[in-house]
């Protein structure tokens, strides 16, 4: 038996699926490859705005699985629409990688160090408009390039071809991602979440498989036993705390009506009995914002979704669909 993973061509994308293609294997005891699937995000150039923000990296590896190109497909879950598609299930989420942002800048500089005028790139608005709310002074720039690409963009980081641009002063990124690629002698500054709060699901990654090969999944929201090797596979690999996490996260999301081009910001952590959520909806020019939290003791997919869904009222009774691009 051989299990094909469908993936997109980045060097993350690539390494990421392969760390779970040999996750899988091993609890599994079968043989994997790597099916590259070029997706909407990779081909065309501007904005993730403007290129209709949520899942313009996740349509066509949906398209391969619901064809029979692949039997798995592994996404960045803050790419993933928060609707789901029919004939396809997130049959697993593994353990949370680093869910925070950094700072990668010239000269080992920290945000605070930052000249005033500095050129700090991202692809995000919702890094943008915090780091705006932080350093108003900063000139903050849309990019888009892979992490190699954007990381050549600011000179002197360590492992940049000699050729990079080296026009910004700093860039910021996900620490999953550099952890992922072993590239983390490139950050300067780790941002707490106190400080930014990171995108819903982002750290995370998402399994999605056609029905038929799922774990079943009672109402609870527990893992059940399943019949066929993929699905044990899967079931074995999903982590329950990252999954409560995520799924709060993701209904805060829905509820907002907001894409994942938004400037939302959400992070849920399990502490003991309690599910936290933290939430914060920002203006693109980073001048108002609002930010909430809220905690439940319902450790259950339902307990979680109705947490995100709450904490999304609270926000919407606070006026923020009022200045934030929540369509993005």
Known sequence: MSVRIGTRGSALALTQSQQTAD?????????????????????????????????????????ALLADRCDVA???LKDLPTTGEPGLSIAAIPVR???RDVLCARDGLTLAGLPAGSKVGTGSPRRAAQ???LRPDLEVLDIRGNVDTRLGRVPGLPGNAPEAPGDLDAVVLAAAGLARLGRTEVVTEYFEPEVMLPAPGQGALAV???LEDAP???????AASAE???AQALAAIDDADTRLAVTAERALLARLEAGCAAPVGALARRKGSMLRLEAVVCAVDGTRSVRLAKATDGLTEVGATLL???LAEELLAQGVADFADLGA
Not at 216 to 222: D, K, L, S, Y
């Open 308 to 310: 995100g869904i709450e």
């Open 216 to 222: 079943e999944r009672p109402a609870g929201g527990a």
């Open 23 to 63: 996750r899988l294997a091993a609890v599994g005891g079968f043989a994997t490859e790597l099916v590259r699937i070029k997706t909407e995000g990779d081909v065309k150039t501007g904005s993730l705005a403007s290129l209709g923000g949520t899942g313009v990296f996740v349509v066509a590896l949906r398209e």
């Open 208 to 210: 999605e498989c056609r």
């Open 131 to 133: 780091l705006r709310a």
């Open 74 to 76: 592994i996404h960045s």
């Open 228 to 230: 066929g090797v993929l």
């Open 97 to 99: 990688a680093d869910a």
